[in-house]
């Protein structure tokens, strides 16, 4: 997109010698941010109001216009907007405008027209999108954004960025950035790096081991009863020990 030029449509087959294929201009509105999925440019023009551009680029000579949002809320500083971001993550648009940041959805195959599912208002430049997490480039800080439940984006995480003034322009004017390998590279007055932490995961929990049996023990083998005791009856007087010529020894009783 080039601003009040509208979208140049390039053939980069060969990258020395670019050719231009088509162009496409909405109402004479200045045309920002472009992304391109599946045969459609999807942009986002302002002027007097915001809108979302859906462009069928099938024949790159004759672009023509497919559908479109109007009236998208953007917070405008200055009477012209200075940037505009747009990027299209599966059935989902985000955008930027100025002090706006937009959800999109197109799911809807047949569009009888995308919906606006929700915003976040900031000064933003640029933005880039991980998974459910959004890294918006604001004025003099890096935002993070949870987008996981689109209606009402949610800041998580901010980091400060130094800028610098030249003549009331702001160096943050210029901020872009980028996510690769799990890093965010941000260009303002300078180039800052930052690392996108990784979630802590629990560590595994080990499956319970099957319990011991609960089953009742089995029952003791049966005791016999004790026999009964030997009998205790008194002993029987021994026989008398005889004497060595045979005759019996007199009673210790016997009376002379």
Request: charged content about 10%.
């Amino acid at each position: 997109a080039t601003s009040y030029k509208g979208m140049d449509i390039i053939d980069a087959s060969v990258p020395l010698s670019p050719s231009l294929l088509g162009t496409f201009q909405y109402n004479g509105q200045n045309l920002y941010g472009v992304a391109v999925n599946s045969g459609f440019a999807y942009i986002i023009t302002t002027t007097t109001s915001t809108t979302l551009c859906i462009v069928d680029v099938h024949d790159p000579q004759s672009p023509t216009l497919f559908t479109t949002l109007e009236d998208l809320p953007c917070v405008i500083a200055v009477n012209y907007v200075r940037s505009s971001s747009i990027a299209i993550h599966g059935t989902t648009v985000y955008y930027s405008c100025e002090g706006t940041f937009g959800i999109i959805d197109i799911k809807d195959a047949s569009w009888p027209s995308p919906q606006l599912l929700g915003e976040y208002t900031a000064q933003v430049f640029d933005f880039a999108v991980d998974g459910n997490t959004v890294y918006l480039a604001s004025y003099a800080q890096l935002l993070v954004l949870d987008v996981s439940t689109p209606s009402s984006p949610r800041l998580v995480g901010s980091h400060f960025i130094p800028i610098a003034v030249y003549d009331d322009f702001y160096a943050s004017y210029y901020l872009g950035i980028a996510i690769v390998d799990e890093r965010v590279y941000v260009a303002s007055y300078g180039l800052y790096v930052f690392e996108i932490p990784k979630p802590t995961s629990a560590p595994p929990t080990a499956l319970p081991t099957s319990a011991p049996s609960t089953a009742p023990p089995t029952s003791a083998p049966p005791t016999a009863p004790p026999t009964s005791a030997p009998s205790t009856a008194p002993p029987t007087s021994g026989p008398s020990t005889p004497v060595p010529d045979g005759t019996p020894a007199p009673s210790e009783n016997s009376n002379d």
